[in-house]
């Protein structure tokens, strides 16, 4: 099993800049396929970056630029670095993962993918 417990959200105006921190239990980063998604009050849950075993990474349209998937396996831990924040940014962000490289990255990332997840942290970008 692997636990996998969010944090770093907040409030911050238009074109801020936030750090997520995704700090994985049970089994080591560097053995996971990991992502970052997120999900607006009233919208599907949207993929918006991943990273595999072997370090590629994916990025949807809408972050592509402005957001960084990294992780620092020493600390079990997946970042996501936002820049440029915007209001349609406000969501709920949650880190995923799946034990071993991914089939297919996929892009945007495809929460079927995944199997374990945290417990969301919540962003909000004001204008």
């Known amino acids: ?24 239990s049970g089994l080591g980063t ?6 970052w998604f997120r999900q607006a009050p009233g919208k599907k849950r949207e993929g918006l970056t991943a990273s595999d075993t072997d370090g590629s990474t994916s990025y949807a349209n809408s972050v592509k630029g402005r957001f960084t998937i990294s992780q620092d396996n020493a600390k079990n831990t997946l970042y996501l ?43 909000t970008v004001s204008s």
């Open 1 to 24: 099993q692997v636990q996998l417990v969010e944090s770093g959200g907040g409030a911050v105006q238009s074109g801020g800049s936030l750090r997520l921190s995704c700090v994985a």
């Open 30 to 35: 560097s053995a996971l396929t990991m992502g």
């Open 81 to 123: 670095q936002m820049n440029r924040l915007k209001p349609e940014d406000t969501a709920m962000y949650y880190c995923a993962a799946k034990i071993g490289p991914a089939t297919r990255m996929r892009i945007p990332p495809d929460e079927a993918d995944f199997d374990y997840w945290g417990q969301g942290t919540q962003v």
